[in-house]
């Protein structure tokens, strides 16, 4: 009984080799037992090539090929490097029942195997810098969460902010703040030329329009609530209200009404300011509306349309004034039962 010949390359070790020139037959089966026939390791490329006859000993098994990714571990004790295979997960995984066509899968793999890169966080060779390493290994099976962003900006390291520019789902403030606070010159020059690329140059657009937008809504939440306590001064009979949604945009003022229409309920009474649009231009309007148990009308007392964030600003005062004067006209309206 002879070893079974193979070509192996410089790099590679054989560990160890039980795998003979003899098919298995009722004579030779007792030869293909053991937890492995051949185990051939490459410490350069990190890998290792194990077969094996499965079942152990029986004549309908087959041989199993694996191909397995090596990890270096330091050995404290020998000031040596150990190597372990991550066995779980095997990168190749091959099964025939026929020597010849395994020899040639193994002279194939031996020669065309490409090298594994150990992508963990370490401290020196084949020791793991554990807390970072943690870190990398949430991101990468989490969703990327404002609580895993803090985590990596906080941990100012050079690889985990590299892959949290990478990471398809990081955000033109995160990338804007590795811009300015990367843990290195390189990490802050990559985040730098990601926003200059179109997908966040876009988003900076948006983004400084977005912020524009709210100060715009937050100016007139203000203006809005001015008018409101002069309302309450002027005719506090009516009971003013303020309803306020900024995240649309709308603002609206409820009254007390004594009005009839066309029953013998008091309507409904309000008066809405309404701002709408994109980053391009915005439209603002007031309206007065009035419902009765079965109808409702909207009369609409001034609409400026398409015009920019910057124009609103100017106009503040403007729309202070109008929108006052449009709900004391309001108040003041009378309406036809006929109509």
């Not at 039980?18 to 990190?46: A, N």
């Not at 309450?232 to 603002?251: A, C, D, I, S, V």
Request: glycine share 4%.
């Amino acid at each position: 009984m002879n070893l079974q010949p193979l070509k192996i390359p410089s790099g590679w070790s054989v560990d160890w080799n039980l795998l003979t020139d003899t098919d298995p037959t009722e004579d030779t089966i007792h030869d293909f037992t053991g937890s492995s026939l051949l185990l051939i390791s490459s410490h350069t490329r990190l890998k290792a090539i194990d077969v094996s006859w499965r079942p152990e000993g029986d004549i309908n098994g087959a041989y199993q090929l694996q191909v397995v990714y090596l990890l270096p571990k330091f050995n404290i004790k020998t000031n040596t490097l150990d190597y372990e295979g991550v066995w779980e997960a095997p990168e190749l995984e091959f099964s025939t029942k026929n020597r010849l066509e395994l020899v040639d899968k193994l002279n194939h793999l031996l020669f065309y195997l490409k090298p594994y890169t150990d992508t963990r966080i370490l401290l020196k060779p084949g020791v793991v810098d554990e807390p970072n390493e943690v870190i990398r290994q949430e991101l990468l099976t989490n969703d990327l969460t404002e609580e895993l962003v803090e985590k990596i900006i906080a941990s100012n390291h050079k690889k985990l902010q590299e892959l949290l520019l990478d990471h398809k789902a990081v955000s033109y403030a995160d990338v804007k703040k590795i811009s300015q606070d990367g843990a290195t010159k390189g990490v802050k020059n990559k985040a730098k030329q990601l926003l200059s690329s179109k997908q966040f140059r876009n988003q900076k657009s948006e983004t400084s329009s977005d912020v524009d937008k709210a100060k715009l809504i937050s100016a007139i939440t203000n203006k809005m609530e001015a008018i409101l306590a002069e309302l309450q001064k002027l005719k506090p009979e009516k009971e003013f209200t303020l309803k306020t949604h900024e995240p649309n945009g709308y603002w609206s003022f409820h009254w007390k009404s004594t009005k009839l229409w066309k029953t013998e309920h008091y309507l409904k009474e309000w008066f809405t300011i309404s701002l709408y649009g994109n980053s391009d231009a915005f439209s603002l309007s007031g309206s007065h509306n009035i419902k009765d148990i079965f109808e409702q009308l909207e009369d609409r007392h001034f609409l400026y349309k398409e015009k920019t964030i910057q124009t609103f600003f100017k106009m503040l005062n403007t729309l202070e004034d109008q929108t006052k004067v449009s709900v004391l006209k309001a108040i003041e309206q009378q309406f036809d039962p006929s109509f």
